[in-house]
């Protein structure tokens, strides 16, 4: 989760009072956030360059509080919110009401979007702060909020990147486009002397903070860039803002506008960011809109900064938390989580979710504000009423329990396994319609979800060559196979292994191991044909030794296959001796 350090006489004086350091931290704890560290700047720095001196803390330096807070609340990502939510919290100040400028669209700032930023950075949002009083620490924070914006939800500027400028400076309509960089030129931020874009690349490959930016856009063919009326250059994002429209300790008008490839996170960006604040204007909360026009048409305008209602019965809230709370009760404990609310006639609890609060999706999330509000100390400890097991839980542990009578150690191998695995080495071919493929997997171990137990269970035997003989092992797990009638587009499925290997293949023991779990399922051996039972008949699977293995058909369902370990397979997991091995699909037996 995102750390937040702030000045703590800053932030007390934003709370209103001050506090002993284990009272804050409390409060912290309350609220469900949590001080993870007291500090000073200096010590920091020397944590920074790995010193390890000892240094006597200097009388009047200041105090550093690093809190820890939930990854979706980029509320509180800076010292105003997280002010702001801790005095609510603490019924010190109501929910603020954060509003619109009521103008004509006529009399709003455009910004016009050309076709060709589609190749690159198809949307932008745009908002006006007027009236902000900055001082260095407000300049300061404003900046910070930016940085773990683009940290966080932005996810290091690839989705969204801010661009912050002096309105002042500028003069509207502005136009979003996307242009060759040889055709760009501006004085980046911080800079003197003019730069095209395609030099500008080469210039940032040595800056430590710019350079890890630059593989968004440096290898596309256009570059995204906005002008304002007199063709003079914003930024060029997400690299770098241009030095003519940088904001100051002066700044009175703040234009803020955020190019990306995600609108929904655009929005929640520019939100956070103008509410937060907002709170320095002139008239406090109130936030100017610009309307934002597409060349095929499309326009709207943003910020909006409407309440998302959402209606949660108060049985749904009293029963996930375990309370008996009234509907009274728990609007008020919403609203010390910034969510005002109200009650109707049939118990439903009425929430109108601030644009503050993009983290609330679902009711549960709305029941989980309640606890905090609530305090999860305070809620009655009591024993669960006894939950009965599900079928299929019940099953795996009866035939769990009877495989280890029959000599056989369970292992537990991972869900994931490398594409090879699942199919070259186990002498299959990928028919691109069952196994269930990661994108950007962390290693080419973990690629695909396994469709079948064998690799893991031959992986540990690999492993284990070296070991007594026999080795008698056998797994109950899961699956993943693609299913197109399923919401997610897979399914899961409770799979039962069984692997036996010596000095011989014990393919008599493993056929002996599937007579008994049918035995245990109460199932009776069929002639061929029957499908009042169970029965066996020859098949042809590649990881298998040709005549040496069969499908198991229950009731008239084929459910499984057993036989000999193929040799090429056995040499492609490295295992010397000959092996049986069984795997089923248990759900079948319900």
Known sequence: MPTVSVGRDRLFDALGRTCEDKEFEELCFKFGIEL???????????????LTEEEESVEGEEVIYKIEVPANRYDLLCLEGLARALRIFEELEEVPTYTIVDISRDSMLKMYVKAETSKIREYVVCAVLRGVAFDEARYNSFIDLQDRLHQNICRRRTLVAIGTHDLDTVKGPFTYEALPPSEINFVPLKQTKSFRADELMEFYKSDLKLKKFLHIIENSPVFPVIYDHDRTVLSLPPIINGAHSAITLKTKIVFIECTATDLTKANIVLNTLVTMFSGYCERKFEVEPVEVLYDDGRSYVCPNLSLYPMMVPLSYINDGIGLSLTADEVTRLLRKMQLPATSDKDCNICVSVPPTRSDILHPCDVMEDVAIAFGYNEIPKRKPVSVKPLPLNELSDLIRSEIAMNGFSEVLTWILCSYKENFEMLNRKDDKSTAVIIGNPRSSDFEVVRTSLMPGILKTVGHNKDHPKPIKIFEVGDVAVLNDKKDVGATNRRQLAALHCGANSGFELIHCLLDRIMEVV????????????????????PEFLPGRQASIIYKGKHIGNFGIVHPEVLNNFDIPDPCSYVELNMESFL
Request: no cysteine; net charge negative.
């Open 36 to 50: 993870d560290d007291i500090t000073t700047e200096k010590a920091i720095i020397r944590k920074e360059k790995h």
């Open 522 to 541: 109460g199932t009776p051996f069929v002639p061929v044909g029957d499908n009042t039972g169970y029965y066996i008949k020859l098949s042809d699977e």
